[in-house]
């Protein structure tokens, strides 16, 4: 199956920008995904890109796709206290199949 | 209305229980998910309904039992749990039917097996 790779922690200083990094295994991917978990809620969608883009912006959000490398990248601008949450990536199959496969999560805190 | 609702928010049941979760979107989206989440995990799907139809099942026991009567719900029947079933239960739902663009997720219905 396919492997979604993220790592597990990441602190940072409010004000800040914030990286976190996936890599992932098929390269048929089409769409991939941010995803943020903030404590007992469900996932909040962030935004996505197509595999045929490299960059991708909204607002704070920078999304930047290595096809090559399979590495996606997530940069938040001037993060904030209430970024603090859980970040999952997430791949989607080619071919038709509904299957998402998510990360492993990066939990982001903030240090005021 | 850009929610999904899932309800309740919290379950116990004991192994010899029946319970259902309920998840609810009037948002119009044709394909809507079951998804499990263990603590400090990521998602795991379980099931696809594409207009109103089964369209994965991704080898989930007979224990659980999904079930979409119309486009706004879907249903999962729970019947003789074990304890290791116990985690959040995360109900999705996409606009388009192969779910491209992203899923709309609720938040979830928090599951313990005693």
């Known amino acids: 199956g396919e492997d979604v790779e993220q790592s597990l922690f990441l602190s940072v200083r409010e004000g800040d920008s914030s990286v976190i990094n996936c890599t992932y295994t098929?390269?048929?991917?089409?769409?991939l995904y941010w995803y943020k978990q903030e404590p007992g809620a469900g996932l909040q969608l962030l935004t996505y890109?197509?595999?045929?883009?490299d960059m991708k912006q909204d607002q704070r959000l920078t999304v930047l796709l290595n096809k090559k490398d399979k590495h996606l990248s997530l940069r938040i601008a001037d993060t904030q206290t209430g970024d603090s949450a859980i970040y999952f990536c997430?791949?989607?199959?080619?071919?038709?199949?509904?299957?998402?496969?998510f990360g492993t999560g990066t939990k982001l805190q903030v240090i005021p | 209305d850009t929610e999904v609702t899932q309800t309740p928010k919290h379950l116990v049941m004991g192994m010899t229980n029946k319970k259902s979760l309920k998840c609810e979107q009037h948002?119009?989206?044709?394909?809507m998910y079951w998804y499990k989440q263990k603590a400090k995990k990521p998602p795991e799907l379980m099931f696809v309904?594409?207009?109103?139809?089964?369209?994965i099942n991704e080898s989930v026991p007979s224990r659980f039992s999904p079930e979409c009567p119309n486009s706004s719900l879907l249903n999962l029947h729970l019947h003789a749990l074990q304890p290791e079933d116990s985690a959040l239960y995360l109900c999705?739902?996409?606009?388009?039917?192969?779910?491209?663009?992203?899923?709309?997720f609720g938040s979830g219905t928090r599951l313990t097996v005693v």
């Open positions: 309904y594409s207009y109103e139809k089964l369209s």
């Open positions: 948002m119009g989206h044709r394909a």
């Open positions: 997430a791949e989607r199959e080619a071919g038709g199949y509904q299957k998402v496969t």
């Open positions: 098929d390269s048929s991917s089409t769409y």
């Open positions: 999705a739902s996409s606009q388009d039917p192969d779910g491209n663009y992203g899923y709309t």
């Open positions: 890109i197509f595999s045929n883009m």
